[in-house]
């Protein structure tokens, strides 16, 4: 069975803006960015959409990788860039609005980071 | 220059049922920005797929929303089956269909008697809810949940129906389709809701499009989208036009929904038709070992449950973007220009699940 065909495309950082606004200019709409820890390093995927055709564009970094938001193109990427730097501890340049960590409220500090802090007791988070 | 004053809102607040909380910059009575905050009840559930199976975790996804809590199970599950190239039954499939969209009629009554609630219309509250309970008593009867169903399963479903009940569930209808035309009437013709509700919360197409609103906040605003068109499940085998409306304000993301209720209707008739006799699951052996973003139409827009496996019992990823969540960057334009007192209707016009979208 198959739901549909999901296209995934590495690109490095440094290009990731170039991407992005080439699927802007193709009227994309960003469906979603989600960060997953694998392994020894985190893989970033940014979703796209039009007319039901979705498609990835995937950065893979190490821990303390500084990544440019596309918040300038995709207004609304603030939201998930807020959450992946909450959660996994990656740092996000540019963001039109910044929570500095302070979306999620969680016991450990970037939870789902390769090294999560500690929670210290009777500290609150 | 007038003096800005930043008034917060949330997140206690009677009209929200979940917290939320927004920094609204005043000029006088009008709104000029306003900055979300959320993180008050977030629950930790994507952390989980590292200690359940990935068979338990339906349950854990199943728990993400106490409204569309089968919606989140099916599409987890969509995912994983995918993943294992598992064919589900097509009883099961249509079964999913008919599940989904009563789910869909629970979210879109609730939701609807809650709008009443917000401008004051508590009689309208009242009918809502009585109607919904009549979906809910059919949820239990089928399911033996009236919030979480747990009838969904990796391979298919749990439950069956017999075909006596699905035709008596048909029946039904016909009196509950009856009994959502005289409610609807008055949410689409009333003078004081249209009052209330015209040009209130604007967000045009384009910033629909480019900001990520999903579901009736797009579709209110003339972005023709739904996942059901894909064809995901059985909705491929089954006929329904999308539902928009191009004013792009309060009442069109009211009507919206209001229109919703009888496709979700019609689709339920078109499954209990067309549902193939046969077996509503198959035996699933193995793990997972690769990923997929599985996507589905819940009651307030696309959902998508990113699944990566390792070819282990244990996921090593589930990530759940739910509608709420991508509707937020849209409300904070709408509500840019709008007056104060028409905060809380607008908030509650892009039907904000918070628990859903913290997980």
Avoid at chain 1, 57 to 78: C, H, K, N, Q
Wanted: net charge neutral.
């Amino acid at each position: 069975m198959t739901l549909e065909i999901q296209e995934t495309v590495p690109v490095e950082v440094g290009n990731l803006i170039g991407k992005v606004e080439e699927f802007r200019d193709g009227g994309y709409r960003l469906v979603q960015i989600n960060c997953s820890k694998v392994g020894d390093v985190y893989e970033i995927n940014y979703s796209f959409d039009k007319d039901y055709v979705f498609k990835n564009l995937r950065i893979t970094v190490i821990a303390d990788t500084e990544i440019p938001s596309i918040s300038g193109m995709y207004w609304g990427a603030f939201i998930y860039e807020n959450e992946m730097h909450d959660l996994f501890g990656i740092r996000v340049k540019g963001m039109n609005i910044d929570f500095k960590g302070h979306l999620f409220t969680t016991a450990v500090k970037f939870p789902f980071s390769i090294a999560p802090s500690t929670p210290v007791k009777g500290e609150k988070p | 220059m007038t003096k800005q004053i930043i008034v917060p809102f949330g997140p206690q607040h009677p009209v929200l049922p979940e917290p939320i909380h927004l920094d609204l910059v005043l000029e006088d009575e009008r709104v000029v920005d306003a900055i979300p905050s959320i993180g008050y009840i977030h629950r930790g559930f994507e952390k989980l797929v590292e200690k359940r199976e990935y068979t338990e975790y339906v349950y854990i996804a199943e728990r993400t929303c106490g409204i569309c809590s089968f919606i989140h199970g099916a599409t987890y599950c969509q995912g994983i089956e995918q993943i294992m190239n598992i064919d589900v039954p097509e009883r099961a499939q249509f079964l999913r269909v008919i599940w989904s969209e009563y789910s869909r009629l629970h979210s879109h009554l609730l939701w609807l008697g809650l709008f009443a609630d917000s401008f004051g219309f508590e009689n309208l509250f009242m009918n809502a809810w009585r109607i919904r309970e009549r979906i809910l008593d059919v949820m239990e009867q089928t399911t033996g949940g009236r919030v979480i169903q747990g009838s969904c399963k990796i391979g298919g479903v749990r439950k069956d129906i017999s075909n006596e009940k699905l035709d008596e569930m048909r029946r039904d209808l016909n009196s509950i389709e009856n009994e959502i035309k005289n409610l609807t009437t008055v949410f689409l013709q009333d003078d004081s809701i249209k009052h209330r509700l015209r040009n209130v919360g604007k967000l045009s197409k384009e910033d629909a499009y480019h900001l990520g609103a999903a579901g009736p906040t797009a579709r209110g605003s003339g972005v023709a989208i739904d996942l059901r068109k894909t064809g995901y499940g059985a909705y491929g085998k089954l006929n329904f036009q999308l539902v928009t409306d191009s004013c792009g304000d309060c009442y069109g993301r009211c009507a919206v929904r209001a229109k919703e209720l009888f496709t979700s209707i019609d689709l339920i008739r078109q499954s209990i038709q067309k549902i193939p006799d046969g077996s509503i699951d198959v035996k699933v052996t193995g793990a997972p070992n690769g990923e997929f973003f599985a996507r589905a139409e819940q009651p307030r827009g696309e959902l998508v449950h990113y699944i990566k496996g390792n070819g282990t019992k244990f996921l090593i990823r589930s990530r759940i973007r739910t509608p709420t969540l991508t509707n937020i960057p849209p409300l904070v334009r709408m509500l840019q220009g709008c007056e104060l007192a028409d905060v809380p209707v607008i908030v509650l016009s892009i039907d904000p699940c918070i628990s859903c979208t913290e997980r």
